[in-house]
């Protein structure tokens, strides 16, 4: 059970630290500095510990040692649902889907080099450590 808690835990305490940084930086008690080092920063290091936790109780998840797919036709099926879901939800940056405006991530703030790894980091972390923590949490562990 623990195996299925402690990485949604950690991944939403950053969260929480995140905006605890933005809450005092807001309320005059951090440098709004803080603020900018923590956007930066924070993301790749949850990342790290969200990972760090998944390898550690990896052996534990009994449900994801079964065969992921059945051929490359139901490969190609998941990276066209993927491409759909993508379109449709993650780039929802229509004009008529946003309120406001949208702040955006720029992670070229730490420097060309520093940018890069910060991009690769974010996207991995996006991609492939928080379905599977997520999974292992909602449908692993709340569900059952």
């Known amino acids: ?7 949604f835990a950690a991944y939403m305490g950053f969260i929480a630290l ?3 940084i933005s ?7 951090l440098s709004s500095a803080w603020i900018e080092k923590a956007d930066l920063w924070l993301y790749p290091i949850k990342t790290a510990v969200v990972l760090g936790l998944l390898g550690y109780f990896w052996l534990g998840y009994e449900e994801l040692k ?9 490969g190609l099926l998941a990276v066209g649902v993927g491409v759909l879901v993508y379109l449709a939800w993650v780039r929802m ?13 720029d ?8 940018g890069v790894v910060l991009t690769g980091v974010r996207i991995f ?3 492939a450590v928080v379905p599977v923590m997520e999974e292992l949490f909602w449908r692993s562990f709340l569900i059952r």
Do not use: N
Request: net charge negative.
């Open 1 to 7: 059970m623990i195996a299925r808690i402690l990485p």
């Open 18 to 20: 995140s905006a605890g």
């Open 93 to 105: 940056d229509w004009p008529w889907a946003m309120q406001g405006q949208a702040g955006g991530y």
């Open 107 to 114: 992670p070229f703030r730490a420097g060309e080099t520093a």
């Open 23 to 29: 809450w005092l930086a807001g309320a005059g008690v």
């Open 66 to 74: 079964e065969k992921i797919f059945a051929g490359p036709g139901e």
């Open 125 to 127: 972390g996006a991609a």
